[in-house]
């Protein structure tokens, strides 16, 4: 069917106050020595232990910092279109990336256009088909679970997932290929409810996008160079089905 948008207790130690004898005054040297050592000996192991936190802690945010970032580049005849996949969203990163390894989106077509909305490709059907043929029922076979996040919006230049109608599909998976890029508009903050954030707010109002979609369609990237390209697709002339008249391919890969 037509993927549609609307669609001590740290064991404490005790310590007892002894009543040490008096030394000997043949053994005083001995005494102070092994004082003396003692001390050395402790303050070596206060340094040691310093250096293994400081270790440890560095260690820990080397990894942090490190984590890896899926990046990927959409090339067509209107520019190329760069960005990230979200980490926050593990299955369609996955997929995705697969995909995009396989060759699978190379040559397919922006097949519907929505000026002011989305941008969506991803249709295996629409590798070499012919002028004025209905796309956007095509994908690889599987579905893909939903994965929302209140975090991950609509906003211009989302990387989001095409998917079946509520009536068919009420889990709301995603489809296994069809993706679109979000467009929209700019909203007014007053309009939108109130589980958006403050920065979430401005996004809309500055940027724009398609809030009304939010936590019903997988958001699992963002477009971070090239949104006007997403500017110059939406304004290509399209027939009564949406699809452009004429034919805009891509080609995507994965970048450093």
């Given at each position: 069917?037509?993927?549609?948008?609307?669609?001590?207790?740290?064991?404490?130690?005790?310590?007892?106050?002894?009543?040490?004898?008096?030394?000997?005054?043949?053994?005083?040297?001995?005494?102070?020595?092994?004082?003396?050592?003692?001390?050395?000996?402790?303050?070596?192991?206060?340094?040691?232990?310093?250096?293994?936190?400081?270790?440890?802690?560095?260690?820990?945010?080397?990894?942090?910092?490190?984590?890896?970032?899926?990046?990927?580049v959409?090339h067509?005849?209107?520019?190329?279109?760069?960005?990230?996949?979200?980490?926050?969203?593990?299955?369609?990163?996955d997929?995705?990336?697969?995909?995009?390894?396989?060759?699978?989106?190379?040559?397919?077509?922006?097949?519907?256009?929505?000026?002011?909305?989305?941008?969506?490709?991803?249709?295996?059907?629409?590798?070499?088909?012919?002028?004025?043929?209905?796309?956007?029922?095509?994908?690889?076979?599987?579905?893909?679970?939903?994965?929302?996040?209140?975090?991950?919006?609509?906003?211009?230049?989302?990387?989001?997932?095409?998917?079946?109608?509520?009536?068919?599909?009420?889990?709301?998976?995603?489809s296994?290929?069809?993706?679109?890029?979000?467009?929209?508009?700019?909203?007014?903050?007053?309009?939108?409810?109130?589980?958006?954030?403050?920065?979430?707010?401005?996004?809309?109002?500055?940027?724009?996008?398609?809030?009304?979609?939010?936590?019903?369609?997988?958001?699992?990237?963002?477009?971070?160079?090239?949104?006007?390209?997403?500017?110059?697709?939406?304004?290509?002339?399209?027939d009564?089905?949406?699809?452009?008249?004429?034919?805009?391919?891509?080609?995507?890969?994965?970048?450093?």
């Amino acid at each position: 069917m037509h993927m549609s948008l609307f669609a001590g207790n740290v064991s404490r130690i005790q310590r007892k106050t002894m009543q040490v004898n008096p030394v000997p005054a043949k053994f005083h040297n001995f005494a102070l020595f092994s004082t003396k050592k003692f001390k050395q000996m402790k303050k070596g192991w206060i340094f040691i232990l310093i250096g293994f936190m400081i270790f440890n802690i560095s260690a820990m945010s080397q990894k942090t910092s490190k984590e890896k970032v899926t990046k990927f580049v959409i090339h067509t005849d209107y520019g190329d279109m760069k960005g990230f996949l979200y980490n926050e969203t593990p299955q369609h990163r996955d997929n995705f990336a697969k995909l995009i390894n396989e060759g699978f989106f190379n040559d397919l077509l922006f097949h519907r256009v929505i000026s002011g909305f989305m941008i969506q490709g991803g249709d295996p059907d629409s590798r070499n088909a012919k002028p004025g043929i209905a796309l956007g029922s095509g994908g690889p076979g599987y579905t893909v679970p939903a994965e929302f996040n209140k975090n991950l919006i609509h906003k211009k230049g989302a990387l989001a997932a095409a998917r079946q109608a509520d009536q068919v599909n009420p889990e709301k998976a995603s489809s296994g290929s069809q993706f679109y890029i979000v467009q929209g508009q700019k909203s007014s903050a007053t309009k939108l409810g109130s589980s958006y954030t403050d920065d979430q707010k401005k996004i809309y109002e500055t940027i724009g996008g398609t809030p009304f979609l939010d936590m019903n369609y997988t958001v699992f990237g963002e477009i971070t160079d090239g949104l006007d390209v997403i500017d110059k697709i939406g304004a290509v002339q399209k027939d009564q089905g949406d699809r452009p008249v004429k034919d805009i391919k891509m080609t995507v890969k994965i970048i450093d």
